[in-house]
């Protein structure tokens, strides 16, 4: 899978032809049926709309406010359901690192490394998950601008790996709000990488007093058109049957039954710009 991935991502690049690529899916694994659910309703979306498409679920949730938060199911369960996913459904999947020897146990599972945007500037991360070949999607730091993610790209590239994928969040905006400067999609693909707009975290509202993350899934629609229009090659939605009853995330996350009305009016967008 991973090879497929890899020859495909430069294709991702935004040009007078082609769609744009979705990682989606729920914010952790859950478990094995509700992981399957999802990847292959989406699957079956992004199938007819010809929209590229890589499974994005967390195995562990390493940055919580809380002790008592969700974190997962365990490690290598987790990791074994993203692998059956990937291979039932046939599509690459994506998860989240948090520490150095966490990438090499990773990529025996999935197709994509992803490397959390409190975590982009670790050097011996960003090192580890270039030095297991796999594509390496780093999220831009809320505290970062697009410019500076050049760095992080560089580490990838001087370990000796060139399949770098960088995606959006938005930036902090005082201590419970973000916002997106769209800027940063154009200035981040200078870089010769696919940029990716990470839709429903950017509309997240941290650092609430009551240690549970807030969000605004009311403007995901407003947040994807605008990147499709400035020209992302790739969206991050997590998505979910009922966020209500999601272990993590679920204020800021789209419900699956209305992912392929969005998906619908994104490739319209996406027809219009070209």
């Not at 690049?13 to 509700?34: H, K, W, Y």
């Not at 992302?232 to 699956?256: C, V």
């Amino acid at each position: 899978m991973f090879d497929s991935l890899a020859n495909a991502l430069p294709h991702f690049r935004n040009t007078n032809s082609g769609q744009f690529f979705l990682m989606a899916g729920p914010c952790v694994i859950e478990g094995e049926d509700m992981a399957l659910r999802i990847a292959e309703r989406v699957r079956h979306i992004t199938d007819k709309l010809q929209i590229p498409y890589i499974f994005k679920g967390s195995y562990r949730k390493a940055n919580r406010s809380r002790l008592d938060s969700y974190t997962g199911i365990g490690d290598e369960t987790a990791l074994r359901i993203l692998q059956k996913v990937g291979r039932e459904i046939g599509v690459p999947t994506v998860t989240d690192i948090h520490e150095s020897d966490e990438a090499a146990l990773a990529a025996e599972y999935v197709d994509v490394l992803q490397i959390p945007a409190f975590l982009c500037r670790q050097t011996d991360l960003l090192i580890a998950a270039a030095k297991t070949g796999k594509v390496v999607n780093i999220k831009k730091g809320q505290f970062l601008s697009g410019e500076a993610m050049q760095f992080a790209v560089d580490k990838v590239r001087q370990s000796g790996n060139e399949h770098v994928v960088l995606t959006d969040r938005g930036n902090s905006f005082g201590y419970a709000d973000l916002v997106v400067d769209f800027r940063n999609l154009p200035v981040m693909q200078r870089f010769e990488v696919p940029v990716v707009m990470d839709v429903t975290h950017s509309l997240q509202q941290p650092n609430q007093a009551s240690g549970v993350t807030g969000g605004q899934p009311a403007l995901i629609e407003t947040i994807a058109k605008a990147a499709i229009a400035v020209g992302a090659d790739g969206l991050f939605i997590e998505t979910h049957p009922t966020p209500a009853t999601a272990k993590s995330d679920g204020a800021n996350m789209l419900p699956l039954d209305q992912l392929e009305a969005l998906m619908v009016k994104l490739t319209r967008v996406r027809d219009a710009i070209r």
